[in-house]
């Protein structure tokens, strides 16, 4: 709960780094094709909450997290074609339980937790074109 947004940058910077390390050499995508898209979708995720946070702007990075996993979990349904809804709902459920969280703590405002909420799914939306 870091109140100003230069605060964010270096960890998010760091993160940034493993992704890359990630991506490059554990899961490629001969070998886990939606894994590396999955990953490759936080790294893009991780990079618009970094240059986010150099206009000064914070987005929820709780959010960012949920929603991409969410969305991940709805094209693994779709990929694998499984015809089981209790993932999706459980994905929704626990983005709901942690946007509440956020907004119950007062550590973000709606603004910062649709802002966390559209980072976190746009990269992972557009990547699941790639690989779906």
């Known amino acids: 709960m870091v ?4 605060q ?4 998010l910077i760091l993160q940034c780094f493993l992704y890359i390390l990630l991506v490059k050499r554990s899961i ?14 936080a790294l893009f995720s991780t990079i618009l909450a970094l240059v986010l946070s150099l206009f000064k702007i914070k987005a ?3 959010m960012l997290a949920i929603s991409g996993l969410t969305v991940f979990i709805i094209g693994l349904n779709i990929h694998l074609q499984m ?10 459920t626990l983005t709901g339980a ?9 550590a973000h405002t709606n603004k910062e937790l649709l802002i ?3 980072a976190g799914t746009l990269p992972q939306i557009l990547f699941l074109f790639l690989w779906l």
């Open 8 to 11: 964010r940058r270096i960890p």
């Open 116 to 118: 966390g909420l559209l």
């Open 83 to 92: 015809q089981n809804p209790y993932w999706t709902a459980l994905a929704v």
């Open 28 to 41: 490629v995508i001969t070998r886990y094709p939606e894994l590396h898209f999955f990953f490759l979708g």
């Open 3 to 6: 109140p100003d947004t230069s």
């Open 98 to 106: 942690v946007a509440s969280s956020r907004l119950e703590m007062e």
């Open 60 to 62: 929820s990075l709780h």
